[in-house]
């Protein structure tokens, strides 16, 4: 059994039965599908679809029942490779950081200029906004750093995660795919 059977029967059963088309859509031959199909039948032992002649009219009972088994399959194998994918390209994606007016036009003009040289593939989204807009935009998971200079209040959501930093390149970012697994964002204070 490979994939290759699997997204063969997937796709027969979405083109009604119709052997033709579904090699067409897989850019492969009608006869390579017909062998795919036997040979995955023969290897398990049950017939997957109802046939008359050489046509194919529907699915067996197991055929049902292999067919739910092959899509979930599918759709997992699709989100290993999404997974893959997503912590395979570290160099691109997207990092949106909110931070107060000062600190967009005095501090972080240069980080952000070295920033896309080193990351071009790296959509950069910057927000600004006031302290408490900032917590809010942080609290509500929207984006990844927050950078301002205001220590937090007494009383303020004990969720917003604290760190100092003196060099904004020391800093570590977080969104769930970076190296600290246990916070989804990081507020840092300068």
Request: glycine share 6%.
């Amino acid at each position: 059994m490979n994939f290759q059977q699997l997204r063969i029967i997937r796709e027969t059963i979405r083109r009604q039965y119709n052997l033709t088309e579904a090699a067409a859509a897989l850019h492969t031959s009608q006869s390579g599908v017909s062998k795919h199909i036997k040979d995955l039948e023969d290897e398990l032992g049950v017939e997957i679809f109802v046939r008359k002649g050489k046509r194919l009219l529907g699915l067996t009972d197991p055929g049902r029942e292999v067919a739910e088994i092959v899509e979930r399959m599918l759709v997992d194998a699709d989100n290993v490779r999404r997974i893959g994918n997503r912590f395979g390209d570290r160099d691109e994606g997207r990092l949106t950081i909110a931070t107060t007016h000062t600190q967009a036009r005095y501090a972080l003009t240069e980080v952000v200029r070295k920033f896309r040289l080193t990351f071009p593939q790296v959509h950069l989204a910057l927000h600004q906004g006031s302290p408490t807009e900032l917590a809010q935009m942080l609290l509500r998971a929207t984006l990844h750093l927050v950078v301002h200079s205001r220590q937090p209040q007494p009383g303020q959501d004990a969720r917003l995660a604290k760190a100092s930093a003196v060099d904004f390149a020391a800093c570590q970012i977080n969104s769930g795919l970076h190296a600290l697994p246990d916070l989804r964002s990081l507020l840092v204070y300068i």
